[in-house]
């Protein structure tokens, strides 16, 4: 198993991180590195609910994902289970911390096969650009409008 720990400062309560991440029209603009959309097919946030999307990169490629969220404890973790390829179990932490939320994402891929060079090249700035997009998104859109 290959496991990724990304971790950020959010200057903001857990309730407020937690609704960008629980409102699907909220996730589907911040979720994915910088220079992606993504078009919901299904986001039933629940736990076991299912999670179908399509990622449009930048470069014009689309990227089907399918996903289950794992477990669900409002408002302080998220569980995505990740079982279209690559396989990965994300797990998603809120914690309160001073002034704001310590954010801690962890992500494990499944395969003990897998590059492990190439996957850190990708995946280490992706997880970054991932937490920059939801620090934004909770930072300057707080109604969620």
Known sequence: MLTFNHSRKISASVEEVFAAISSPERLARWWG???FTNTFDLCEFRTGGRWSFVMHGPDGRDYPNENVFEEIEAPGKVVVKHVSQPHYRLT??????????AVSWTQVFENPDIDREKLERIVGNANEENLDRLTDEVLNNPSGK
């Open 33 to 35: 590195p910088a220079g």
């Open 92 to 101: 998603i932490k809120l914690t309160p911390d001073g002034t704001g939320t």
